[in-house]
């Protein structure tokens, strides 16, 4: 019989509810896996045990008096640290907030309380979610169950790693500048980035702390799973509330049907050479959606190199509260300083020449693509033109002058709040490869749906244990 820890949370809120196993007994299953393998990883930087076990409780006695059990019933969940949830600290990674409890969830997260799920752990991040290895002063680093050599990802890179490794079936990570594809992607996981607005904003500290407007902009939550269909379960029960969010839109989930065979543009080109293996894993997922009945053709996206120029021209203006944060090595002082300093002068180089107006440029690429994705909706492309880079490679100032140009298309998908799932395809010399499906905003259906079709194909990569140190 499977592990309890290792199946897919569907699975495990359908055994519950049928009361073939009890919420505790799944709960409990997580938080021995968390035991066994959280040492090896460090993915989970707190355990909300007693918490989770005595919402499971709670659970099956609501089930043994009758009542309807929710959806994601008794079905564990980590949630990063830069989420609220109530009762625990919001630290973004940094020392001087590890005592910033909040006061309540933050609207997703009460959302998906609401359905059943159990917030078993918080996980580990960079500090300010802003760099794209997980390590930090507070928590330490988190290292990739498949390889301890190679980067995890980030900035969700905890959640990914836990999911990955089967601590849980579901994580809660957000994505800036593909801070859920870029670690789904690393770990071989599935991710969902919904579309701008579709998920609220709102937190749960008082007095409230509203982002700045370039991560209001940029930057939205989602769920990270080992399955699509887990994907889509968690996305249904994470949307509806604003929480006084003025982005949010409550869109119907399912757009229109749109006439088939859907057709699909495949990026090659994503703004720099692709490593081998990525274009390996490109060239597959396009096959699989092939043979699925989709219309795949390579094209050339449209203004690409202007969208990530314009996006960190946004993010760089009001992505940063410059008259109240203190400088960077004053908050995340060590590595997180190092790391800045080497990739500041790439991140300025990758703003190019400035616009009169960025949010002007921004709409009129929006509309590019619109017309370009009438003729395609669905967009096939790699997460990133690299794969997962060793440890150390982003503290190196040259290593890290083409990564900008290699993230391209993840940053544009941000900068046009546009929906992208994150679906593995294989592996290729011990770790994991994967592609991304955009569509156009509020059209997660479609994304989700192609995704899936890659999955019945690929199949899935994980759980899997821990793979050794190099030195064991």
Known sequence: MTELWALAACDLARLVAERKVSAREVLQAHLDRIEQVNPAVNAVAVVLDEQALTAADAADTALRRGEEP?????????VKENIDVAGSATTLGIAALRDAIAARDAPHI???RAAGAIPVGRTTMPELGMRWHTASGLRGATRNPWSARHTPGASSGGDAAAVASGMVPLGMGNDGAGSLRWPAACCGVATLKPSLGRVSQGGGHEPPRPAPFGFQLLAVHGPIARHVRDLRLAFTHMCGRSGGDPWHVPAPRSGPPIPRPLRVWVITDPGAPPDPAVAGALHRAAVMLSDAGYLVEEAQAPALDRAGEIYHQVMSAWGRVYE????????????????????????????????????????????????????????????CARQAFTVGSDLDPDWLAGWPAALRVCVTVNLLGLPAVTIPVGHEAGLPQAVQVIGPRFREDLCLAAAAAIEDRAGPLTPIDPRPQPDT
């Not at 949010?359 to 009129?364: G, P, Q, S, T, V």
């Not at 017309?371 to 669905?378: D, Q």
Request: negative net charge.
């Open 70 to 78: 929710g959806p994601l019933c008794g079905v564990p969940m980590t």
């Open 110 to 112: 009460g959302e998906l």
């Open 324 to 383: 109240q944060q203190p400088p960077v090595e004053t908050v995340a002082p060590g590595e997180f300083a190092r790391f800045w300093e080497a990739f500041e002068p790439a991140w300025t180089a990758a703003a190019g020449s400035p616009a009169f107006d960025p949010m002007m440029e921004r709409a009129a690429i929006a509309r590019t693509w619109h017309a370009w994705m009438e003729r395609a909706p669905l967009v096939l492309a790699p997460v």
